[in-house]
């Protein structure tokens, strides 16, 4: 990589930690590009160099996230040694991962409805596409698991992969905001608690493959 090639990946990495570190302290409705600028120790017109509108900015801090943790789900994915182990042990890192850093996590699912809701008319079309394919690319290597299972046996055949792929990963995603909703906002349910009930939808979802 050259000199000036870099130097733009440490300007951009610069800026989305300094926003990253905003969005999570007082919210994306409550930090302006100004004060990502100031926080980075840019000047606005730099800002605006790398990122065109503060929507794509989140959309990229959203996104380092979730390769990150995509990679340490990977990881546990490929310690299992047959289909059903490796959905498991992918489904387990999730929430590990998304309680970890469960205040980034609950920002990143609000994100779908942030899109579809108020900043979809102000999002450029490829923007769209890059959120729409990483949902793509995270579902792959489960889908092609549940093939594999299908084909050794392991699992009873399904007529319709697609739909039962994005049952697991929406009702996953979904139930993890739920638990973290009442986990650390609410402080309904101790963390034990929590973790039985994820516990149960993870094996609900396992016993039904």
Do not use: W
């Not at 300094?18 to 800002?47: C, H, M, P, W």
């Not at 579809?116 to 394919?133: D, F, G, Q, S, V």
């Not at 995270?138 to 399904?158: R, S």
């Amino acid at each position: 990589m050259e000199r000036t090639e870099k130097e733009y990946v440490m300007r951009e990495q610069k800026i989305i930690k300094s926003a990253r570190k905003l969005f999570i302290r007082f919210g994306f409705d409550n930090v302006s590009l100004n004060q990502i600028a100031k926080d980075a120790e840019f000047g606005k017109s730099t800002l605006y160099y790398y990122f065109k509108s503060k929507d794509e900015l989140f959309y990229h801090v959203i996104r380092s996230f979730d390769i990150v943790r995509l990679r340490s789900c990977q990881n546990e994915f490929n310690k299992g040694e047959y289909p059903q182990q490796k959905i498991s042990n992918y489904l387990v890192e999730y929430y590990r991962f998304a309680k970890k850093d469960y205040v980034f996590y609950m920002m990143s699912y609000d994100y779908e409805f942030l899109l579809y809701r108020k900043i979809i008319p102000n999002l450029a079309t490829e923007l769209i596409e890059k959120y729409e394919k990483y949902f793509v690319d995270d579902a792959c290597q489960l889908k092609n698991q549940l093939l594999l299972g299908e084909e050794t046996g392991h699992f009873k055949t399904m007529e319709d992969k697609d739909f039962l792929l994005g049952y697991i990963m929406s009702t996953t995603r979904g139930f993890i905001f739920f638990i973290f909703q009442h986990l650390f906002v609410t402080k309904t349910i101790s963390e034990k608690k929590a973790d039985e009930y994820y516990n149960l939808h993870l094996k609900t979802i396992l016993n039904n493959l």
